[in-house]
């Protein structure tokens, strides 16, 4: 399952969520994407070309909370009544990522594939302002191991107020933007074990 929503929030809580950076602790990270086990491997094709990201955690189950995330939280209690088809349970992880521009990128680039979870949970990329440098979601599945090849089954053009939801085992990868000044997105990975 592929979602896309616009307009999702207020216009107000939109701005908000768009001038969080100014207020977070950000760290540079040289790849967009580490593998999640020892047996991993990064996935690589010629249409790879990542120079990294700046990252913000602001979730994650049982570690960490920042104080801001209670401006994020009444979005995800948006989405469970917008998309009543899944039964959304809790978030495990939210971050704020943010891909700076890459001139040498071109449309068809993208960073590193990868999933972000194995199973029973949905991953939602809400972009925090308009731009470019699309998410590229993949027909392919992680299930152990990255597949041979990819192929695209869509691609989301970031739009300030809008998300994607999919599926966290889905391949996917996001892209750096050749024309806006940065792409900001926040990335979250909501378990669905149990029912709402």
């Known amino acids: 399952m592929i979602l896309v929503l616009d307009d999702v929030m207020s216009e107000e809580w939109a701005d908000n969520v768009e001038t969080l950076p100014y207020w977070l602790k950000f ?19 010629e249409n790879v070309k990542d120079i990294g990201q700046l990252s ?3 979730y994650v189950i049982n570690q960490h909370k920042e104080p801001c995330y209670d401006l994020i939280s009444p979005f995800i209690y948006v989405i469970k009544q917008k998309v009543t088809e899944i039964k959304f349970n809790h978030e495990v992880r939210v971050k704020y990522n943010i891909c700076v521009r ?7 680039n993208y960073n590193i594939p990868h999933h972000d979870a194995v199973s029973n949970a949905y991953s939602i990329v ?4 308009d731009g470019d440098g699309d ?13 041979d090849k990819l192929t695209i089954a869509k691609r989301i053009s970031p739009k300030k107020n809008r998300c994607v939801i999919f599926e966290s085992n889905r ?12 792409r900001r ?12």
């Open 135 to 147: 998410t590229f979601l993949f027909n392919e599945f992680y299930d152990g191991k990255n597949p």
């Open 56 to 58: 913000s955690p602001l």
């Open 126 to 129: 809400y972009y925090c302002n």
């Open 171 to 182: 391949m996917h990868a996001s892209s750096s933007p050749i024309y806006s000044k940065d």
């Open 102 to 108: 890459n001139p040498e990128s071109t449309p068809s």
């Open 27 to 45: 760290h540079y990270t040289d790849t967009t994407s580490y593998p999640t086990d020892e047996f991993q491997k990064v996935y690589t094709d």
């Open 185 to 196: 997105v926040i990335n979250f990975v909501i378990d669905t074990h149990a029912s709402n």
